[in-house]
């Protein structure tokens, strides 16, 4: 997103435009609701990954993309609580504006980073798993 915009404002401008505008508390909304889905969801993947022997690339990715729509979701509820929900009615569409749409961004912006992030914390939880079983063993 900082490259698309910063064609015209240039990268450092682009990179802290959320810094322009009034949104501190979703984006403290959301960084709060990121890091409950990821130790909620983070827990889930270590059970699929370690107990029900899940391949860990799938499981890393599908984990890390619930956790940014989950977010996503979420934290878009607090614009429309702010802004939308007095748009109802009219001719403006909140739920559009303000849940479809950041879903839609997110999931494309997301999507790539979700496939890395997530490959790389499957194999943490894999690697993680078989070094605890390891000295298990020897015990």
């Not at 810094?19 to 889930?44: E, K, P, R, S």
Request: charged share 15%; glycine share 10%; aromatic share 18%.
């Amino acid at each position: 997103m900082t490259l698309v915009i910063s064609y015209d404002v240039g990268f450092i401008k682009a990179f802290f435009l959320f810094t322009d505008f009034d949104y501190w508390v979703n984006i403290l909304v959301g960084v709060i609701i990121m890091f409950i889905c990821g130790h909620f969801y983070g827990q889930l993947a270590g059970k699929l990954i370690l107990i029900k022997n899940w391949n860990y690339i799938l499981t890393g990715f599908l984990i890390a993309l619930a956790v940014i729509l989950t977010t996503a979701f979420l934290a878009s509820w607090t614009g429309f609580i702010q802004e939308g929900i007095d748009n109802i009615g009219t001719n403006d569409d909140p739920f559009f504006d303000y849940i479809f749409k950041p879903m839609y961004w997110v999931t494309l912006f997301g999507l790539i980073p979700a496939l890395l992030v997530g490959i790389w914390f499957g194999g943490q939880i894999k690697k993680e798993g078989k070094i605890k079983r390891g000295i298990q063993h020897r015990v």
